[in-house]
């Protein structure tokens, strides 16, 4: 399962509320990645990052944040929370198969479910 | 645009009763295709990676293949067991790996 664990796994927030999701990996995996899952939306990535401090936008990022001040331990923060954000959100990390191939496959910790009311 | 696209929605079988899942794709150079089964509440897991037209791998019941346009989970004699949402992935040549998931295939056998 590669080692990725999430925290909290359920939280109840209410809107306007700044809320922090970790998630920790414990094989030094350089990329790490941030998706949510909605119904109808499939998985859909947030954030990604390809090394310590270094970070890049994904497709639905707008109203969050990451940061990686280490390898193992990849934020995603939520600076004000909405209602729209309420969703299952996936961490993901990928091993490389082969240096130079291209070739991964990204594995997925078990989910944090947020609710905004 | 890349863009993966999942057929049927939903499927529902009879124990023994072999079928298909589609995954149509465009993708501007096709580093992989990626299949994944999600069991409720938890995390998609890993099932195949298919990198070149031509390919196919083989797991349990399934057996995943794949052309320049689309792939196919190949389910033969499914048990129960083999319920649940089944997630297609593509990723395109670059930097970051970035990967984008079709809504998945929710497959149901009945004993």
């Known amino acids: 399962d590669a080692g990725i664990t999430q925290s909290p796994r359920h939280k109840v927030t209410e809107t306007g509320t700044p809320v922090t999701l970790r998630c920790h990996q414990t094989e030094n995996h350089r990329y790490m990645y941030w998706y949510r899952q909605d119904p109808g939306h499939g998985l859909r990535l947030i954030h990604y990052?390809?090394?310590?401090?270094?970070?890049d936008k994904g497709e639905v990022s707008d109203g969050y944040s990451v940061s990686r001040s280490k390898t193992e331990d990849f934020l995603l923060t939520l600076e004000s929370a909405t209602s729209s954000q309420t969703s299952v959100y996936f961490c993901a990390i990928s091993v490389v198969r082969g240096q130079g191939s291209g070739r991964n496959e990204q594995f997925f910790g078990p989910g944090t479910r947020l609710t905004v009311l | 645009e890349d863009q993966v696209t999942q057929s049927p929605e939903a499927l529902r079988l009879q124990e023994g009763e072999s079928s298909s899942l589609n995954c149509s794709y465009t993708?501007?150079?096709?580093?992989?295709l990626f299949w994944y089964r999600q069991d409720p509440g938890k995390g998609p897991e890993f099932l195949f990676t298919l990198y070149s037209a031509g390919e196919e791998k083989e797991k349990e019941r399934l057996k995943a293949t794949l052309t320049k346009k689309e792939s196919f989970l190949h389910i033969t004699a499914p048990k129960p067991e083999d319920s649940a949402t089944y997630l297609c992935a593509v990723q395109a040549g670059g930097g970051g790996f970035k990967t984008i998931f079709g809504a998945g295939t929710r497959l149901f056998v009945k004993a």
């Open positions: 990052s390809y090394g310590v401090k270094d970070t």
């Open positions: 993708v501007s150079g096709l580093r992989g």
